[in-house]
């Protein structure tokens, strides 16, 4: 009789490419619908990456200490082509999509059955979409972290030349989000685990995928040290305390000068007060964190199938399928130290759904062809429509409200001028710089304006909400003299103050 499995497995690759080509055009469409970025994830692109890629571009130093230069550095080498930072980063991130989805498919596709990650893909993809066109690292750092993984995964046994250059793989992941750092930590020990061969190949393994991606963050690690006394200075420290000891206020500019001091190192946050800390980050693993996942992302009834998935997935003595789960699994508990952001999942989606997929997809796990078919377009059904909702809102919250003010900016300052505003994203339309002070009344704000020279002072409803000091400004009838009110957008409550 003759063996299906390999029709299967080129009927499943053929499928696995038509979805790719869907998910470029579907999220390239939206991103040539998305001109301007948002308040949420967008606002690090303009006031971060953006100026960071400027910054290189023109030989000028890196000065952002909550990340590398990677991503900054890849927006800014795409733009020589499109000649606008913000069109780099949307082709960046829908560029990444699409390959994390190619190399999501080729590493489950060499663990588990070829439907199933036919069908994890396909979830993946739907989930993806709101993030897929939004310029941001997450699908950068995440495509990296499969690709990393399918060097090792697509042979029975990879020697030290793949794991080099899974390592170099993983050291730009990092250096595109330092929170893949556990990608780092996960295939070190897999190698030294599951490499295959005796203990003195598998010790290769793991210093070749040591050693290529040493090579790839050295350049980082060495401006580090130079800039900022440590290779491992980082800002992203005191996200994590925020996190752990003001849950509730987690990254207000207001803990950084109050504590900022104190948290210079991963050793501060876990010692400043450990049991807290760490009944923090458990209720964060066991509790909140799978809680938030099974609502925002699985859904309903995707998130009754994930356990059996997983059990299923896990009881495996195949290395590979292994080093897949514990570096994804690794990266999930290191997640426990921060807040939750659907898009900080992003590498974890293809596991979920292929975990989901296996009690529906996998003809040997006793469910019916059809009812498993049928029961994974209803999961498929709910997840899209999640997608679709999330989509329109990224759509509907663009601050297009920010044009005509910046054009009105524009008229009366040149490049370089400065203007006072709580979000960075009219210093990208306008080319002057931003900045905004720790002020919480009117005459604070004032005062500042005066003594750094600002031209214009921007309020809004929504930026009001994140720095309530700002409220003091609402009322344009009750500012100095030296404020005078330009523009006033009624709908988004957004007034534009020229300093005088």
């Not at 500042?448 to 031209?455: M, Q, R, T, Y």
Request: proline content about 6%; glycine content about 8%.
């Amino acid at each position: 009789m003759k063996d299906k499995a390999p029709d299967r497995r080129s009927s499943c690759d053929q499928w696995a490419i038509v979805a790719c080509v869907a998910m470029l055009l579907i999220v390239g469409a939206l991103a040539w619908r998305h001109p301007l970025g948002t308040f949420a994830t967008e606002t690090d692109f303009y006031g971060v990456y953006a100026p960071q890629a400027n910054n290189l571009l023109a030989g000028r130093p890196y000065t952002y200490r909550r990340g590398a230069f990677g991503y900054p550095w890849l927006v800014g080498v795409i733009s020589l082509a499109t000649g606008d930072l913000f069109t780099a980063g949307k082709i960046l991130s829908v560029v990444s999509s699409v390959l994390l989805l190619w190399f999501a498919y080729r590493v489950l596709r060499c663990v588990t059955d070829p439907l199933v990650a036919l069908g994890a893909i396909a979830l993946t993809g739907i989930a993806l979409v709101p993030h897929a066109f939004v310029a941001a690292t997450d699908p950068v750092a995440a495509a990296l972290v499969w690709a990393a993984l399918w060097v090792i995964v697509r042979r029975d046994s990879a020697g030290p030349r793949a794991w080099c250059v899974a390592g170099l793989l993983a050291g730009a992941s990092w250096l595109v989000r330092f929170q893949s750092l556990f990608v780092l930590a996960g295939m070190f020990l897999g190698a030294l685990l599951w490499a295959g061969g005796p203990w003195r190949r598998r010790a290769a393994c793991a210093g070749a995928f040591f050693g290529g991606a040493l090579l790839m963050m050295a350049p980082w690690l060495i401006t580090n040290w130079r800039t900022n006394g440590s290779p491992f200075a980082n800002e992203l420290y005191l996200q994590m305390a925020a996190h752990l000891y003001d849950p509730d206020h987690e990254w207000p500019m207001t803990f950084k000068y109050k504590f900022g001091p104190r948290f210079t190192s991963m050793g501060q946050v876990l010692m400043a007060d450990p049991p807290h800390a760490l009944r923090q980050t458990l209720h964060e693993i066991f509790v909140d964190d799978p809680q938030t996942l099974a609502e925002q992302i699985l859904r309903f009834p995707g998130y009754l199938f994930v356990g059996v998935g997983l059990l299923v997935l896990g009881r495996t003595s195949d290395p590979r399928r292994r080093l897949v789960l514990w570096t994804c699994l690794l990266g999930y508990l290191m997640l426990g130290m921060s807040s939750f952001e659907p898009r900080y999942y992003i590498f974890l989606l293809p596991v979920l759904f292929a975990a989901l997929a296996v009690p529906l997809l996998n003809e040997r796990f006793g469910v019916g062809r059809w009812v498993g078919l049928l029961v994974f377009l209803i999961v498929a059904g709910t997840i899209a429509s999640n997608a679709i909702n999330e989509t329109k809102k990224v759509l509907r919250e663009e601050p297009r409200q920010l044009l005509p003010i910046a054009a009105l900016i524009r008229q009366h300052t040149k490049p370089g001028d400065l203007i006072l505003s709580r979000k960075p994203h009219l210093g990208y339309l306008t080319g002057c710089e931003v900045k905004f002070p720790t002020a919480n009344t009117v005459e604070e704000f004032v005062a500042f304006a005066h003594d750094n020279h600002a031209k214009y002072l921007i309020y809004s409803a929504y930026e009001a909400k994140l720095w309530p000091g700002l409220k003091s400004l609402a009322d344009p009838t009750a500012v100095p003299a030296t404020l005078q009110m330009v523009y006033r957008d009624a709908p988004t409550d957004t007034l534009v103050y020229e300093v005088r």
